[in-house]
């Protein structure tokens, strides 16, 4: 991927734990790398495929001005976050932030803090039946929607199942989308966790009746064992109503556990079914 940089823009903020910090603020040195695509800018001579590096520098000297935080990391965040949700073109982003005259009481350069964020894709899998189910997923797709921090990228069609695990209960609707997201997969499934609550999600019966559920299958490469969220989902080729939605819109998309396309695991577990 290309890179645009702004290096050592320096700019005047009040940031700062000491009130003598927010009171009479202080000389900040800020610096960006900028991950996208600028084949199509470069070839066409179009500023358009580009970002606007001149433009930017003021836009992120108004940005970083208008609140006042204690710390430089979280001034450092919400420069991140304003450039990915207000630039299209940009994948991914570098903040380094520069405190040269941070109030220690010892000489120093500066105390500085970097921080990297960028648009990870993750696929994620809803199902529901109790109540309107196809319109449960709706619902669930549209909460999603109205987070900043995600972008909803591609919805696979609803498809009838027969219940997984416990078999006393409705048919299910189900189905798939594909996200674009700066949160961390932890972040992501807490945000995930928080729908399902606010939508009433009851967990009686394990593989149970629900109003809907939310699953993180795949989250770019990444392998987790993490105590709060498994990546990729643990019985995932396992699950044919998983497979079928993903293969619509992710066919290519591969397990980094199994090293198999998703289109792979919905062949090999349909013969699988049907062999047994």
């Excluded at 498994?230 to 992710?250: D, G, K, Q, S």
Aim: hydrophobic fraction near 40%; charged fraction near 30%; charge should be neutral.
């Amino acid at each position: 991927m290309d890179k645009l940089y702004l290096k050592d823009v320096e700019i005047f903020a009040n940031h700062g734990v000491f009130k003598e910090e927010k009171a009479l603020g202080q000389k900040f040195i800020l610096s960006l790398e900028l991950e996208l695509n600028l084949r199509e800018a470069s070839k066409n001579n179009d500023l358009t495929k580009s970002v606007h590096y001149g433009e930017l520098c003021h836009e992120i000297e108004k940005e970083f001005q208008k609140e006042s935080y204690d710390l430089i990391e979280t001034a450092a965040e919400k420069i991140a976050e304003y450039v990915l949700f207000n630039y299209n073109l940009v994948k991914g982003i570098k903040v380094l932030l520069k405190k040269p005259w941070a109030p220690i009481g010892r000489h120093l350069n500066y105390a500085a803090v970097e921080i990297e964020r960028r648009w990870n894709t993750a696929y994620i899998s809803l199902g529901s039946n109790i109540g309107d189910k196809e319109n449960n997923i709706k619902i669930a797709i549209n909460k999603l929607k109205e987070c900043k921090e995600i972008k909803v990228t591609k919805i696979s069609s609803v498809i009838e199942t027969e219940p997984w695990g416990y078999k006393e209960q409705d048919t299910f609707k189900n189905a798939a989308i594909e996200i674009k997201t700066i949160l961390s997969p932890k972040e992501l499934m807490t945000r995930l966790l928080n729908i399902e609550k606010d939508m009433k999600r009851e967990r009686i019966i394990k593989w149970g009746p629900r109003i809907i559920d939310l699953d993180i299958i795949l989250f770019e490469n990444i392998i987790t064992t993490d105590e709060d969220v498994t990546i990729p989902h643990p019985r995932m080729e396992e699950r044919l109503f998983v497979l079928e939605p993903l293969n619509e819109i992710a066919p290519n998309a591969i397990n980094p556990l199994s090293r198999k396309r998703i289109s792979k695991i919905l062949e090999e577990q349909k013969q699988l079914t049907t062999n047994n």
